[in-house]
Structures are given as structure tokens and as C-alpha cells.
């Protein structure tokens, strides 16, 4: 629904939907690594971890973004961004002690390779050629990224429906129009006027957010078991 929600708006706009072919190999790849992986990974890894925990080792994106950024060329590391970096990398460890590893390796394993897809996802997106309307290419993102999921959420959903009722739904629609369009056509705006660099370390908020609105869902403070 997102998706046609944001090529219909593209077209709204008067922006043309069609995409080059010389530009389908990026396309296909950051609708691979930003949707596909990065969807699966993260729905699994919470199912593994819990929803703190697997937000926070998720947006490890940052990261990876920025390392693989610096690698490949195209952007160097500051010392703003590799104290930022470091930061980082001390909150993964601090929040990876506090874990039984050995239990749940494989939890932590899907959460960082999460991370990664979607930091690979970003130097694609920002250095891939792509230079088009955000809604454009956030729509196309999103169908071509979502059509390998739909046979397995389809057989996991027929399972799995449960009981819904009025809430279920409320959430449904958020995710459609709030969490899953509009992010993703803000975070293509801001990485379009931005480096790699800034525009990934400016979602660490998000882990942040969903620590703090477990919290505030459950009526507890935070607690080193999420910090």
C-alpha cells in the first residue's frame, strides 16, 4: 500500500516514475539491501531478542555505513565522525555484554548483518547514480524490494493471524503511512543534501525512541537490561 502511496504522490508531483535501465542494477540493489534484507533480518532478529535489544544492535547501520564509505573512497572519516564511530561501537559492546552470547549468538549475528545490509544499502543509494525524486525512488525501493518477501509473509501470516482486533490495526495503518513511507522518503531527502556519514549517525536516534517508548508502553524506566 506505502509503496504505491509514494509513487502516487511522485506522480502528483509531476515527477516522471520511469527509472533508466541503466539504472535498474542500482535500483535492484538497495531495494535487495534496504528492504528485503534489511526487513527480514530485523523482523527475525526481534523475534530472537526482543524489540530494545534488536532496535538497538539493528541501527549499528551507522557503523557500517560509515566504514564501508571510508574503504571504498568515497568519503573520509573526520574525527567528529570517528568519535561518533567509537561511541558507537562502545554502545553495541555494552549492550552485547549484557547478552548470553553463547545463547544468543544467532540473534546478535541477524542484528548486525541487518545493520550492515542497510549500510551497504545507503553507499549504493548515495553513490549508485540514482539522482531522482525521493518519492520515486522510495516507491520503486519498496515494490521491487518487497515482492521476495510477499510468498513468505503470506504463509507465515495464514499461520500466524491470531486474533486482531481495532488495535492491530491502528498499528497497521501507522506502519503504512508513518513508519514505513514517510521515513523512508525522509531518510532519501536528508541523504540526498547529506554525506553518508551524517545522514546514518543522525538515526541512532531511533533505537533511543524505541527503548524510551518500551518504556513508557510498560509504565517503567529504563533499565540497564535496555540501556
Not at 111 to 131: C, D, E, P
Request: with cysteine; aromatic share 14%; proline share 3%.
Amino acid at each position: 500500500v506505502y509503496k504505491r502511496q509514494l509513487l502516487l504522490i511522485a506522480k502528483i508531483r509531476s515527477k516522471k516514475l520511469i527509472i533508466p535501465k541503466k539504472n535498474w542494477t542500482s535500483l535492484i540493489l538497495i531495494s535487495l539491501f534496504n528492504v528485503t534484507l534489511w526487513q527480514v533480518l530485523m523482523l527475525y532478529g526481534v523475534s530472537l531478542l526482543g524489540g530494545g535489544r534488536a532496535a538497538v544492535l539493528g541501527y549499528t547501520m551507522p557503523v557500517w555505513a560509515v566504514m564501508v564509505a571510508a574503504m571504498m573512497g568515497y568519503e573520509k572519516i573526520t574525527i567528529s565522525s570517528f568519535i561518533a564511530l567509537c561511541l558507537g561501537v562502545f554502545g553495541v559492546i555494552s549492550l552485547a555484554a549484557g547478552i548470553d552470547f553463547f545463547s544468543n549468538w544467532v540473534g546478535i549475528f541477524v542484528m548486525l548483518m541487518a545493520g550492515f545490509s542497510w549500510g551497504v544499502g545507503t553507499i549504493i543509494l548515495k553513490y549508485g547514480g540514482l539522482k531522482f525524486d525521493a518519492f520515486v525512488i522510495a516507491g520503486w525501493q519498496q515494490l521491487i524490494g518487497i515482492l521476495p518477501i510477499i510468498p513468505f509473509a503470506i504463509l507465515w501470516d495464514l499461520n500466524n493471524i491470531g486474533d486482531p482486533d481495532y488495535r492491530h490495526f491502528l498499528v497497521l495503518i501507522f506502519a503504512i503511512f508513518f513508519a514505513s513511507a514517510y521515513t523512508y522518503w525522509a531518510y532519501f531527502v536528508v541523504l540526498k543534501n547529506f554525506t553518508v556519514t551524517v545522514t546514518s549517525i543522525s538515526v541512532m536516534m531511533v533505537p533511543v525512541l524505541a527503548i524510551l517508548t518500551v518504556s513508557y508502553t510498560h509504565l517503567t524506566l529504563p533499565t540497564s537490561d535496555l540501556v
